[in-house]
């Protein structure tokens, strides 16, 4: 039995038994945030903001402990990571949030701390909320495997005139994608494992299929025959045009293609239990390195994995939280197939991943109210990541008060320049953490929840970690903005979490400045 194979297998045996051990057997209609991530057509859920309306006046003993815990960071000129690097410790998987897709400090935060966990904690492998046939592109720029790409913008280029590009198409990644492939090269030079990128996302449905289909051309021209077959489906009624997935899904729930459902994962799933059996037991795995093999049965289940998530996004019935759980298995299965992959092929070195996403993403769903309800779609990455990786797993969340943001006005629509954003709800974790840093005097503090290896709070950590169990209002904003909403308490950027519970540290960066894309436009300037 080969490795992707045999590898498949624990997968399913580990999510099964996740599911099970935590009670999570019976589906549900599931619904909240709006729109982190996903369009607003669909519709928006009253997500219960409750604490929303609460008093802001602080107690001084809150504000206190608070004070006490925090610790300043410095500032985005040199942040001082030492203490979070302590409560990372030897973990082997290190999330690193944001509480918006468009603010310049939590990607240059990032970008510090990814480099110092290269560079101190050998950290080998940087996964992203993106496309995976993307961050190949970028990947290849970065190593020393030879690229196309003259630079790092060009490598980038895949994420042009893809929605949300500014997220990848920025100045502070492009300096990130830059000294990696620096790090990479010296690296090598050396004799030292290059670090490698990974896209987690499920969105590139069409190329991935491309994908597929081109791999198949070189090792079995058969065989691609049969998937261009199989994966015609996914574009039956817009042949002459680009296809859309959405509209795929509104077809497959209301259109031509309502009641195929288990027809068509058929299909697709017989195209990848075939790549993987002829990559393991037939003649491809002689014909293509380890690395295109991967890159084929990844592309493959992104197919299987976006075809369901296209179409619940169009079922009401399955909006919401069960498309959001279906990416994030997805990731979490992406994680570990990757990890399971460097650990085979990575030279003897013990992989360790950082993987950059959204704080909705990253942290604990089972911390939120969502992830409370015990519903069977209910979680996310960082909870299966946890449950994965109990003692070796660190989340890092990230939040701020008040600064300019780029996003869109809706899905789809060009990114603009937002200024002026504030979160200063009532009662929210936003409007606590701007009192104590007002307080405190310091714009970027540190609280810490967890340390690896089971290390003991002190006492002032251990008294913050029990208030902060408290659900509050958290700011979550994705790549829609909803800007003259936000002090409402709007339901797509609002949502009541346990912020000690979902986070083991947590990055405050008082003021922000938006980040800046490639490619601006008229709408951005």
């Known amino acids: 039995m080969s490795f992707f194979v045999f590898f498949d297998f624990v997968l399913l045996f580990t999510f099964f038994f996740f599911q099970a051990e935590d009670g999570i057997r019976d589906a549900q209609e599931s619904r909240g945030l709006g729109d982190v991530y996903k369009r607003q057509e669909y519709g928006e859920a009253d997500v219960g903001m409750g604490a929303a309306n609460s008093a802001t006046e602080y107690a001084p003993e809150l504000i206190g402990t608070l004070k ?28 690193l949030g944001e509480s918006t897709h468009g603010t310049h400090e939590f990607y240059k935060f990032r970008a510090d701390l990814t480099k110092a966990l290269i560079e101190q904690k050998g950290f080998n492998a940087l996964m992203l909320e993106a496309d995976w046939p993307s961050c190949k592109r970028v990947h290849r720029y970065c190593s020393t495997e030879g690229s196309m790409d003259q630079t790092g913008e060009e490598a980038l280029g895949s994420f042009s005139g893809n929605f949300p590009e500014w997220m990848w198409r920025n100045g502070v990644f492009l300096d990130l994608v830059d000294w990696l492939k620096a790090h990479n090269l010296a690296t090598a030079t050396a004799g030292g494992q290059e670090v490698s990128v990974f896209g987690l996302d499920l969105y590139s449905m069409y190329d991935s299929l491309q994908a597929v289909v081109d791999y198949l051309e070189i090792v079995d021209p058969d065989a691609a025959q049969t998937a261009r077959e199989a994966y015609a489906v996914l574009s039956q009624g817009q042949e002459g045009s680009r296809p859309e997935p959405f509209k795929y899904g509104t077809s497959a729930v209301s259109g031509e293609l309502r009641g195929r459902e288990s027809q068509t994962q058929g299909q697709l799933q017989q195209v990848l239990a075939s790549l993987q059996r002829e990559n393991a037991e037939g003649s491809y795995g002689f014909m293509m390195p380890p690395a295109d093999q991967l890159d084929s049965e990844q592309n493959a289940e992104i197919v299987v994995s976006a075809e369901e998530y296209y179409r619940k996004s169009a079922d009401r019935e399955q909006g919401g939280w069960v498309t959001w759980s279906t990416r994030d298995q997805h990731m979490a299965t992406t994680v570990m197939r990757v990890l399971q992959y460097l650990q085979v092929f990575g030279g003897g070195t013990a992989p360790k991943v950082v993987l950059w996403a959204h704080n909705s993403h990253i942290g604990d769903a089972t911390a939120t109210q969502v ?6 779609s209910d979680w996310n990455l960082g909870q299966l990541m946890r449950s994965n990786f109990p003692g070796e797993c660190h989340a890092v969340g990230f939040g701020s008060a008040k600064g300019d943001l780029t996003a869109a006005e809706a899905w789809g629509r060009p990114h603009r320049h937002f200024k002026g954003f504030q979160d200063t709800l009532a009662g929210s974790v936003g409007s606590l953490m701007h009192k104590v840093s007002e307080e405190m005097m310091h714009g970027d503090l540190l609280l810490t929840f967890n340390k690896q290896g089971g290390r003991e709070l002190s006492k002032a950590e251990e008294a913050a970690r029990v208030e902060l169990e408290t659900p509050r209002p958290e700011c979550m904003v994705g790549v829609v903005f909803k800007h003259d909403q936000v002090q409402e308490g709007c339901p797509s950027h609002f949502m009541n979490c346990s912020l000690s519970k979902q986070f083991d540290s947590y990055v405050w960066i008082d003021q922000t400045r938006a980040l800046e894309p490639l490619d601006r436009g008229a709408e951005w300037n």
């Open 371 to 376: 992830g409370q309800r015990g519903g069977f």
């Open 68 to 95: 006490e815990a925090a610790k300043p960071l410095g500032n985005s000129a040199k942040w001082d990571l030492a203490a979070l690097l302590d409560n990372i410790g030897d973990s082997r998987v290190v999330l």
